[in-house]
Structures are given as structure tokens and as C-alpha cells.
């Protein structure tokens, strides 16, 4: 399977707790005002790469422990992103996922999109919602504005409602 992506950073501190191994997916329709990463945005940019080169390059990183998929929008290519996860999973502390979506919008989307609705059993922690600059604050953890989450998942599907999660 192939996956369009900006690129990769195969060490972060930035993109979640410990050092990660980044995927950085290409194509956003959000189009946020202020977007960090505005590269990202058009579905015909980046590369396209085959989802086992990106398995082989995160399994052979011996620093990372954890797996961030940011974007774009990560969850336009939810079957490329299940692959890659459910292959490097047994491999890995955690996983999460950034999306522009919210999780409300997610659920409405699951009954049609089984790739999107497994993809969320395999991953630890979403981080949703669009960034907006008009709540932009730089204090928060991994989070550019303030509507944005950091979702415990499991627990969240478990109980039918949102469970936040705090990194320490
Ligand atoms: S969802 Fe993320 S990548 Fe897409 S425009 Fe908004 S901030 Fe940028």
C-alpha cells in the first residue's frame, strides 16, 4: 500500500511524550488560518512511499519508542496509517494521532469508514480539532490552541464519551 507523506523525523521530543518517531502525512482539507505546517496541505504534494518503507524505517529506529502520525491530516489516509500501526504497535510505548476532526465528527464518520473505526482501537491518544489562532497558547502540551484535545481512546470508546488524557 503507499502512503502520501511531507516526510518523517525519525527522533522528536516535540510531538509527544519521550522520543518519537514522526510521520508527517501530506494532504489537509482544514486549511487552518495560522497552520504551522501549510506545506502539508495539497493532496498532490509530498511523496508517495510505499507503507512497508515506513514500517522497515520505524522498526529499525532504536531511540523511539513512541509513534506520532501529524499532518495534513492523517485520518484522509486511514487505511495507509492502520497498516503502518498495526505493524509497529507490538514495537512501541504508544501511539498517537493528530486530526483536524473532532472526535464528535470522527463518530459520526465510523459506521462508513471501518478502516477509521479500527485504526482508533490500535492507537493510544487523538489529539483532534483544528487549530485556531484566536486560542492559541503556547503553555499548552503538545497542543497549539485550546480547543484541541489529548483523548485517551480506548477508554473514550468504552465508555461512549470523551476520557482527556494530561502527559505529565
Ligand atoms: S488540520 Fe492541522 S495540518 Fe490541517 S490546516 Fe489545520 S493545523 Fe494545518
Known amino acids: 500500500m503507499k502512503i502520501r507523506i511531507a516526510g518523517v523525523i525519525k527522533e522528536s521530543i516535540v510531538d509527544g511524550p519521550g522520543i518519537r518517531f514522526v510521520i508527517f502525512t501530506q494532504g489537509c482539507p482544514f486549511n487552518c488560518p495560522g497552520c504551522h505546517n501549510p506545506q502539508t496541505h495539497d493532496f498532490e504534494g509530498g511523496k508517495l512511499v510505499d507503507t512497508e518503507t515506513v514500517i522497515a524505517d520505524i522498526k529499525s529506529q532504536k531511540m523511539s519508542k513512541g509513534l506520532t502520525i501529524s499532518g495534513g491530516e492523517p485520518l484522509m489516509q486511514a487505511e495507509a496509517c492502520l497498516e503502518i500501526v498495526k505493524s509497529v504497535k507490538p514495537f512501541l510505548k504508544d501511539i498517537i494521532v493528530y486530526t483536524g476532526f473532532t472526535w464528535e465528527a470522527l463518530m459520526e464518520r465510523l459506521p462508513d469508514n471501518p478502516a477509521l473505526k479500527e485504526l482508533l482501537t490500535q492507537i493510544n ?44
Do not use: H, M, T, W
Not at 485550546?146 to 468504552?158: C, E, G, T, Y
Open 125 to 168: 491518544y487523538l489529539i483532534d480539532g483544528p487549530y485556531r489562532e484566536n486560542e492559541r497558547d503556547l503553555s499548552l502540551k503538545f497542543r497549539g490552541s485550546r480547543n484541541q484535545r489529548i483523548i485517551d481512546v480506548a477508554p473514550s470508546l468504552k465508555v461512549g464519551q470523551i476520557v482527556l488524557k494530561e502527559f505529565s
